[in-house]
């Protein structure tokens, strides 16, 4: 016999749901939505709704969004030419934080995990030929460093090829900031065969001795 | 039969996926222990930490592991070597090689050779050559450690194979002489079996097509009837539009 009440019990048993939320989390949560913030609870039950109701996949990068195009992909201060592959929409977020990048974007969802069941169709590849067509000058395969990751990879690398247009993979390397004694023999490695050469310190001619 | 714990062992991950909220649920490769489950705990994601992100397939490693139920617990791994650098098509054969040993060897039972064999065939795809010799050399071992492997010098009534004769390799007992031309995959030139019986294995071009074809059919044998999903994505890396083209017979 439970101890709440069913609506309790099964409120519980929602939270449960997210990520990282056990029975207590779970308890906890739900009392304080019901003795403390009755209003944010009706806040969080509407955007629940909202966000499901509302929120379809973007026509070109699969990205959450509204209408038919995401923000990202309606602007017209983006490169066109430039599609940057990620498997998911935190990639994104990620890559948006850091503020260098003004291409467009295509989401996987996912990665090519053969063991899995998991191919081309599942991850809806049939379709990046056509988004290839739309004017994209170079493939940006942004996908993780793991083997899944590079399968992925290499197969929309050949795609990219196929359809004459040019791929190039993201490097991998010691992070900034991080010291060679603790990067594991496999970035390291990475990281001395995608080595590129030093540029030349630039235009010596305006500085002197005394410039500094 | 059940888990023996290990301090150390060589192995490799086969497959991992994630388990619970921050574990895996790794598949190994043990040369001691054959194939083994194992629950790797607070090793999901952060790769960065050289934890997680040491625990990929392709990667020689050292394991340790307690516990003797079906699923025993990572207690601690470390690398054992570089990481193979398996890149586009050597990397699909890796994940062929993975799923050959996940779809035909069974949990706990012990494949030293194999994972020698394993290991070679790893460092062979990692050396930008033909991958076939490689593919081939492997499963040629796979079939013999499981005691799936054609007879390859002598046919099923103990005569020696001979050159010029074709041969009806059937699942069930030795190679039988035919009529040849072979018709269809089960039936080789005695050219190719005693190909097949040379160590190590160099199959000269004109015999290549009947060596994959024999190898297919005695995989696809054992895996009763369920495609390999490895070889699925290798065929639609060469689809030429993979939109309107039919999709490709099973063999």
Not at chain 2, 79 to 106: I, S, T
């Amino acid at each position: 016999m439970s101890l709440f009440a069913p609506p309790l019990a099964r409120l519980i048993e929602a939270l449960r749901l997210l990520p990282g939320v056990g029975p207590k989390s779970a308890q906890r949560m739900a009392f304080h939505l019901l003795e403390k913030d009755r209003d944010g609870a009706l806040v969080l039950a509407g955007a629940l709704r909202d966000a499901l109701e509302i929120l379809r996949h973007c026509r070109d990068c699969r990205m959450y969004c509204e209408g038919e195009l995401c923000l990202i992909c309606q602007s017209s201060h983006r490169d066109e030419g430039l599609l940057c592959v990620v498997e998911t929409p935190a990639d994104v977020v990620a890559i948006e934080n850091a503020g260098f990048y003004r291409g467009k974007y295509f989401i996987l969802m996912g990665h090519l995990s053969p063991l899995d069941g998991i191919g081309p169709e599942e991850l809806g590849l049939d379709r990046f030929p056509e988004r290839l067509a739309q004017g994209v000058r170079e493939v940006i395969l942004a996908t993780n460093p793991t083997v899944e990751g590079e399968a992925t990879a290499h197969f929309l690398a050949t795609l990219a090829e196929r359809a004459g247009v040019r791929a190039s993979r993201i490097a991998h390397g010691v992070p900034m900031g991080g010291e060679l004694t603790y990067v594991d023999s496999g970035t390291l490695s990475h990281a001395f065969s995608g080595r590129h050469r030093v540029a030349h310190s630039g235009d010596v001619s305006d500085s002197t001795t005394e410039t500094l | 039969m059940r888990a023996t714990p290990a301090s150390l062992a060589p192995g490799y991950v086969l497959h991992r996926r994630p388990y619970g909220e921050t574990s895996l649920l790794a598949e190994l490769f043990t040369r001691e222990s054959g194939r083994l489950g194992v629950i790797a705990k607070g090793a999901q994601g952060r790769g960065g930490r050289g934890r997680g992100g040491g625990l990929q397939p392709f990667q020689p490693l050292l394991v340790s592991w307690r516990g003797r139920g079906e699923l025993p617990v990572l207690a601690d791994w470390e690398a054992a070597g570089p990481p193979l650098p398996l890149q586009g098509d050597a990397l699909l054969g890796g994940f062929y090689l993975n799923e050959l040993l996940l779809r035909l060897c069974r949990r706990h039972d012990p494949h030293p050779e194999l994972f020698l064999a394993y290991a070679r065939a790893l460092g062979e795809l990692g050396e930008a050559r033909p991958l076939v010799l490689a593919l081939r050399s492997f499963e040629k071992a796979l079939l013999d450690s499981l005691g799936l492997g054609p007879m390859l010098t002598e046919d099923r009534s103990g005569a020696p194979i001979r050159p010029g004769q074709w041969y009806r390799c059937s699942p069930q007992g030795g190679p039988q002489p035919i009529v040849g031309p072979g018709r269809g995959p089960w039936e080789v030139p005695g050219t190719a079996l005693l190909a097949l019986a040379g160590e190590p294995l160099v199959i000269p071009p004109e015999l290549q097509a009947a060596v994959n074809g024999l190898f297919r059919v005695l995989i696809a044998d054992q895996l009763g009837g369920a495609p390999l999903r490895t070889r699925a994505l290798w065929q639609a890396l060469r689809r030429p539009a993979p939109a309107d083209l039919p999709r490709e017979p099973e063999v």
